[in-house]
């Protein structure tokens, strides 16, 4: 058996006895694991210590996954919020540019002042200029 085989029946966990001993006679690394696991399977409070490290662990990435999850969906619905306000600063800055609207009565549906309407529109203006 290779040195893979080996690991791979001692992971398995289908010898008999006798079979495990065998292997542990066959390879020092893998008798060293046995009794590290008789060890630490003989000592109650190690165990209970290891159990509740490692479910703190997962606790611990489970709520760093959840937070990232819930900043991704907080992230897209700030970006639609955003996208359909600047959809539709363009559409009515394109009705004042085609003399359906005045400035004033743009700014009123977009629910903004007209000052603030017009910097949105040049803003608009200029992210169109940068784009090819």
């Given at each position: ?20 001993e ?5 390879d020092?690394?893998?008798?060293g694991?046995?009794d ?5 399977l ?8 290891y159990i509740?490290?490692q479910?703190a662990?997962l606790?611990?990435n489970?709520?760093?996954q959840d ?5 991704l ?13 600047i959809?539709r600063?363009?559409?009515?800055a ?7 609207l005045t ?20 803003n608009l203006?200029?992210?169109n200029?940068?784009t090819?």
């Amino acid at each position: 058996m290779t040195k893979m085989e080996r690991w791979m029946a001692y992971f398995a966990n289908q010898l008999d006895d006798h079979e495990r001993e065998e292997l542990a006679m066959s390879d020092a690394a893998i008798s060293g694991a046995m009794d590290a696991a008789r060890v630490f399977l003989a000592d109650d409070d190690e165990r209970w210590n290891y159990i509740n490290r490692q479910m703190a662990i997962l606790d611990y990435n489970s709520g760093i996954q959840d937070s990232r999850e819930e900043g991704l969906r907080e992230g897209r619905r700030e970006g639609r919020r955003e996208g359909i306000g600047i959809g539709r600063v363009g559409m009515l800055a394109e009705l004042v540019r085609d003399g359906i609207l005045t400035p004033g009565q743009a700014a009123e549906k977009a629910g903004m002042r007209e000052k603030e309407f017009q910097k949105a529109m040049e803003n608009l203006k200029m992210s169109n200029e940068e784009t090819p």
